[in-house]
């Protein structure tokens, strides 16, 4: 958690400096698509790396790479150089350690719990993320306010640190690397086979992309529409990572898709509710809404994930899942920023949210004996397919 906090200390520091330095959500939105870019050129390969070096090997050196990145940001922003370009940079090379990192901390989770308690794993894993969300905007306002900008970089570079020592302290323990390691897109073909996966990673890319307005477009939905402070941006953050927090409080089954369903068109309403601009306190409230939507969505659609596949192609699995979830995530936000310099903030929300809508809908209306004769079309096909190379 303190990792994470560390995390979206900088990731508020770069999007409320870019908004600063540019006064543009677009730049807001290609800093945030530079952040993430790494996972959808680099996710596929994500996991075949973790099997031939080794997981604990591979998780170290990110959170290694990770601190030096900050640590640079730091030391520009203490020299008062800090521009756009390198707010960029760092963007990409912290998103490129993440791309490594983040599949192997998803897979690790079922490492350090019994099979019956991986949910609530997966939810508490979903609760240190956002916990840090929640409380790292406010936090920046205080150390902006009283010790600088550069001390958000340079905290977390030594919470990446402190998540390194930790790993290398307490991981259960160290597989030895494959003779033949997974191909970088095993877990796709598995996917592409197993059509319930697939609709789980689509619901896993409409939360990303759904949920994206709240960070690029919170400058501009405080500074345009609003009229309100500055500061509103950082509590627009934390009252998604709040939501995301209180999720976890809500009982519900792994395996209910159609609540994760209803959850998603939720997350996908709030959104456009927070995009309204009609009051300061009701768009936060609405990313509160958001933020728990996207809890049950997302811990349902991982936890089936793991559940859908054996242990042996967790890791896979979890690479594809880091592509669902933030290889969107530059797709998204430069979006975002390119539809609300054009049409408008309100424009570009409505579009965001709808494919959470669309695919909410589509889970709703497909119930079980139309999903069980999809997947006998399917397999029929797949047979017709093989039998005509065959001929």
């Known amino acids: 958690m303190i990792s994470n906090l560390g995390t979206w200390l900088q990731n508020t520091a770069q999007m409320l400096l870019a908004y600063q330095l540019t006064h543009s959500a677009f730049a807001v939105g290609l800093i945030t698509a530079a952040q993430f870019s790494g996972f959808l050129v680099l996710g596929p390969w994500a996991g075949k790396l973790a099997d031939r070096m080794g997981q604990k090997r591979v998780l170290i050196a990110t959170q290694l790479l990770s601190a030096l990145v900050a640590a640079a940001l730091a030391a520009v922003q203490i020299s008062g150089r800090l521009t756009e370009n390198e707010l960029i940079c760092g963007a990409l090379g912290t998103g490129l350690a993440l791309t490594f990192a983040v599949p192997i901390q998803s897979a690790m989770v079922s490492v350090l719990v019994p099979e019956r308690h991986t949910r609530a794993a997966m939810a508490m894993n979903s609760v240190s993320y956002n916990a840090g969300r929640t409380l790292a905007?406010?936090?920046?306002?205080?150390?902006?306010?009283?010790?600088?900008?550069?001390?958000?970089?340079?905290?977390?570079a030594a919470s990446f640190v402190l998540f390194a020592v930790t790993v290398a302290?307490?991981?259960p323990y160290e597989p030895t690397p494959e003779a033949r390691p997974a191909q970088a897109w095993s877990g796709l073909r598995l996917a592409v086979h197993r059509p319930r996966i697939m609709l789980l990673l689509a619901m896993v890319a409409a939360i990303t992309i759904a949920d994206d307005p709240i960070l690029v477009l919170g400058p501009s939905v405080a500074h345009q529409l609003l009229r309100v402070s500055s500061t509103w941006p950082a509590f627009f953050l934390s009252g998604l990572g709040l939501g995301t927090v209180l999720g976890v409080l809500l009982p519900f089954h792994p395996v209910m898709t159609r609540a994760a369903a209803i959850a998603l068109g939720v997350l996908g309403l709030s959104v456009l509710v927070f995009a309204l601009g009609i009051s300061a306190w009701l768009s936060l409230a609405a990313t509160i809404v958001a933020g728990t939507a996207a809890l049950v969505t997302g811990a349902s659609a991982q936890t089936m994930l793991l559940h859908s596949v054996s242990q042996q192609h967790a890791t896979q699995v979890m690479a594809l899942w880091a592509v669902a979830w933030a290889g969107s995530k530059p797709i998204a936000s430069l979006a975002d920023g390119w539809l609300a310099s054009g049409p408008?903030?309100?424009?570009?929300?409505?579009?965001?949210?709808?494919?959470?809508?669309?695919?909410?809908?589509?889970?709703?209306?497909?119930?079980?004996?139309?999903?069980?004769?999809?997947?006998?079309?399917?397999?029929?096909?797949?047979?017709?397919?093989?039998?005509?190379w065959l001929s």
Not at 359 to 365: F, H, K, Q, R, T
């Open 137 to 156: 905007p406010v936090l920046y306002l205080v150390v902006l306010t009283s010790v600088g900008a550069e001390w958000a970089f340079a905290m977390n």
């Open 344 to 388: 408008g903030v309100r424009w570009a929300a409505g579009i965001l949210v709808t494919p959470a809508i669309v695919v909410a809908i589509l889970e709703l209306m497909l119930g079980d004996k139309p999903r069980h004769r999809l997947r006998n079309l399917l397999h029929r096909y797949r047979a017709a397919r093989s039998a005509a």
């Open 169 to 171: 302290t307490l991981y």
